[in-house]
């Protein structure tokens, strides 16, 4: 059974930084998986924020998120990261990581979410 495991939420104030991971735990082999950063705000529907492929050479961004969060991936660790900077209160939701088999599949195993505040 795949197992995601999010952790680096937080509290921060505007202008801050954060580093969420998500770690792999299912012993499945990790470096064969697309993965994702999803955010979802209350009252807003789940949106995409990053996605990085097999081997972190090929990542791409939410547009409300380029140039301020970085998704990389430690195949060797079986875990995903976002690094978030110059943080901004619409920021704040609930974060989660996601993995599909490759490019053209569904997101279908998915995490349980960090929570990131920002306030202003």
């Known amino acids: 059974q795949v197992h995601l495991v999010e952790s680096g939420g937080g509290l921060v104030q505007a202008g801050g930084s954060l580093r969420l991971s998500c770690a792999d735990a299912s012993g499945r082999t990790f470096s064969s998986y697309n993965m994702a950063w999803f955010r979802q705000a209350p009252g807003k529907e789940r949106e995409f924020v990053a996605a990085?492929?097999?081997?972190?050479?090929?990542?791409n961004y939410a547009d409300s998120v380029k140039g301020r969060f970085t998704i990389s991936r430690d195949n060797a660790k079986n875990t995903v990261y976002l690094q978030m900077s110059s943080l901004k209160p619409e920021d704040t939701a609930l974060y989660y990581c996601a993995s599909r088999p490759d490019a053209f599949a569904s997101y279908n195993y998915w995490g349980q979410g960090t929570q990131v505040t920002v306030s202003s």
């Open positions: 990085i492929r097999l081997s972190g050479g090929n990542t």
